[in-house]
Every structure is written in C-alpha cells, then in structure tokens.
C-alpha cells in the first residue's frame, strides 16, 4: 500500500516537473523573441531592417530553446516507429521515404489551402484589419526571404509549438486533443484571423507529421516545404500564374496523393520488415 501511495506520489512529482519545465521553455522562446521586438520599438527600426531584426530573432530563439529540449524532443531523424525498442524498421532508406512524403504532402496541402483561402470572400465576414496580407513580408531580396521565412522562421516556431508544445501535451492526453490544442494555440500566435485560421489548418498537420514519424525534424521539414512553396509563388509572378493554371493543379494533386501513398507504403513496410 505504502509503495503504491509513493508511485502515485512519484508520478505527480513527475508531472509538475514536466509542465513547469515546459513553462520554463516556452517562457524562455517568446522572452527571447519579444526581447528583439522590445528593440525594434526601442530604435525606431522600420523597413528591411526591421524585418532583417526579425530574421535574426528566429533564428536566436530557435537555435537556444533547441538545445535546451528534452533529447526525445529534438529527434530530426525521421522514423517509421514511434519507439526505438519496437523492432519496426527504421533504416536509412525509410528515412529518406518518409522525408520525402512529408515534403510532397506539405506542397500538396500548402498549395490546395492557399487555393480555397484566396477564393473565400474574406473582406465580407471580416474587417481589413483581420485580414493577412503576405506582401509585407516579401519587401526583401528572395534569397534572404527563402533563409528567413522559410527555413528560420518554420525551424523558430517548429522548436516551440511542436518540440515544446505539443511533444509535452502528447505526454498527458491522447494525440487528437494535443494536435487540436497546439494547433489551436499556433493560430492564435499568428495575430489576426484569417492567418490564424490557416495556421491552425497547418499546425493540426504538422504536429500529425511528428506524431507519425516520431520527428520533429518531419514538422519542421513540412513546415520549410510550405512556407518555401508561398514565398517563391509571392515573389515569382510566373511560377504563381503556372501553379494557378492546370499544369499547376495536376503537379500539386500528384504530389499530394503520391506523398499520401508513400507515407502509407513505408509505414507498412517498417511494420513487415
């Protein structure tokens, strides 16, 4: 009786650990990223320089609270199980499968996505200072843009929203409600309402992919794959016109049930070595 009334007591313990342990590291992230905020009013920064600052914040944040997670926290390998002592397969090869899925989903579900919010009449429901306009963020050179919003700023918010976030609510509730929650929670960090709609859209299948492949390498990868696939049509008029055509559909429809199916086909495989 005594040890039973010490596990339970030993579990609680664990518990509190945990949850303040996740408070310390999302308390840590938006310290450090609202510090670079607290700059830019300080200064007085605006235009390029302001967003350079912006830049440099996601990838300070990002790279500190990283190293700072729990060791199954950060796992960047892609894996067809989601416990090392199962005994399923979790060779290179299926690695490089499951990366390769989860990059042709994110494409897939970006473009289909971007597709149906650019035809919804957001300007009736909603006033225009609820509304996201992307092209703010693409007032810089496309190199820099392609570093910062799709590769720094996915990586930043991959590390917090689903290596902390979701990764500990995962721990405490079943996968549905701690995908719903930190997707939830994802779009209302975006500001406004019709990103916040997408991001919650995005979040739910991004913590999905690291719920699949045990990875929080495979979030940020269909994080980087999408936001890199918004930037470059932003910025290039004629990739934008050639996706919004028919040769455009039937590329991201492709990728999109071929990335469906190889997720599927390497999950079996990793099950039937």
Same mark, same amino acid.
């Given at each position: 009786?005594?040890?039973?009334?010490?596990?339970?007591?030993?579990?609680?313990?664990?518990?509190?650990?945990? &949850?303040?342990?996740?408070?310390?590291?999302?308390?840590?992230?938006?310290?450090?990223?609202?510090?670079?905020?607290?700059? &830019?009013?300080?200064?007085?920064?605006?235009?390029?320089?302001?967003?350079?600052?912006?830049?440099?914040?996601?990838?300070?944040?990002?790279?500190?609270?990283?190293?700072?997670?729990?060791?199954?926290?950060?796992?960047?390998?892609?894996?067809?199980?989601?416990?090392?002592?199962?005994?399923?397969?979790?060779?290179?090869?299926?690695?490089?499968?499951?990366?390769?899925?989860?990059?042709?989903?994110?494409?897939?579900?970006? #473009?289909?996505?971007?597709?149906?919010?650019? &035809?919804?009449?957001?300007?009736?429901?909603?006033?225009?200072?609820?509304?996201?306009?992307?092209?703010?963020?693409?007032?810089?050179?496309?190199?820099?843009?392609?570093?910062?919003?799709?590769?720094?700023?996915?990586?930043?918010?991959?590390?917090?929203?689903?290596?902390?976030?979701?990764? #500990?609510?995962?721990?405490?509730?079943?996968?549905?409600?701690?995908?719903?929650?930190?997707?939830?929670?994802?779009?209302?960090?975006?500001?406004?309402?019709?990103?916040?709609?997408?991001?919650?859209?995005?979040?739910?299948?991004?913590?999905?992919?690291?719920?699949?492949?045990?990875?929080?390498?495979?979030?940020?990868?269909?994080?980087?794959?999408?936001?890199?696939?918004?930037?470059?049509?932003?910025?290039?008029?004629?990739?934008?016109?050639?996706?919004?055509? &028919?040769?455009?559909?039937?590329?991201?429809?492709?990728?999109?049930?071929?990335?469906?199916?190889?997720?599927?086909?390497?999950?079996?495989?990793?099950?039937?070595?």
């Amino acid at each position: 009786m005594e040890e039973n009334q010490r596990d339970k007591l030993n579990k609680k313990l664990s518990f509190w650990q945990e &949850v303040l342990k996740m408070i310390q590291l999302l308390s840590l992230y938006f310290f450090l990223y609202y510090s670079f905020s607290l700059i &830019v009013a300080v200064f007085g920064l605006q235009g390029n320089t302001m967003r350079y600052v912006g830049i440099l914040a996601y990838l300070v944040c990002g790279s500190v609270v990283f190293f700072l997670l729990p060791k199954d926290h950060r796992k960047l390998i892609p894996r067809v199980s989601g416990s090392e002592t199962s005994g399923e397969k979790t060779d290179a090869l299926s690695s490089l499968l499951l990366a390769l899925s989860v990059i042709m989903i994110a494409l897939g579900i970006a #473009y289909f996505l971007n597709r149906i919010f650019a &035809v919804i009449p957001w300007e009736n429901v909603m006033p225009e200072s609820a509304m996201y306009s992307s092209e703010d963020a693409f007032k810089i050179p496309l190199w820099v843009s392609l570093i910062g919003y799709g590769f720094l700023a996915p990586f930043a918010e991959e590390v917090a929203f689903r290596g902390i976030l979701f990764k #500990y609510l995962s721990k405490w509730m079943p996968a549905v409600p701690a995908i719903l929650i930190s997707a939830a929670l994802f779009g209302l960090y975006h500001g406004n309402i019709m990103q916040g709609l997408y991001a919650f859209f995005m979040g739910m299948m991004m913590a999905l992919m690291m719920y699949l492949t045990d990875s929080l390498g495979a979030s940020m990868l269909f994080h980087m794959s999408a936001n890199t696939l918004v930037t470059l049509y932003a910025n290039i008029p004629e990739f934008y016109g050639f996706l919004m055509n &028919v040769p455009g559909l039937i590329l991201m429809s492709v990728s999109l049930v071929a990335g469906i199916v190889l997720l599927i086909v390497v999950k079996k495989r990793g099950k039937n070595p």
